[in-house]
């Protein structure tokens, strides 16, 4: 009787992505979306008020992108599907 072993490889990137406790949720600059439709997003979603809302869109306008929540990965994931589904682009860092 044998006994196998199977090994799994990672990249530094998913080592590293792995250890940490903080995500961040950043939403990217496209040609699609309105400004209303962002703030809308930010307001229904993430609670932010009007005026933080706006903000949010601007930096998102000027900078290309903008952090708009942090805490653990998985719940930084349910956060992007839900925007992605409301047709933003996000990613999760």
């Known amino acids: 009787m044998s006994t196998e072993t199977k ?3 990672f990249t530094l990137e998913e080592i590293l992505t792995s250890l940490k ?3 961040r949720l950043i ?7 309105t400004f209303d ?3 809308h997003c930010m ?5 932010y008020s009007e005026n933080q809302a706006e903000k949010i869109a601007w930096e998102v306008h000027n900078k290309g992108k903008c952090a708009v929540l942090e805490g653990s990965f998985t719940e930084m994931e349910i956060y992007r599907k839900i ?3 409301e047709g933003l682009t996000v990613s999760v860092d």
């Open 83 to 85: 925007l992605q589904q």
């Open 43 to 47: 307001m229904k979603y993430l609670d």
């Open 27 to 33: 939403l990217w600059n496209d040609d699609v979306n």
């Open 7 to 9: 090994e799994e490889t």
């Open 37 to 39: 439709h962002v703030i």
């Open 21 to 23: 406790t903080v995500h």
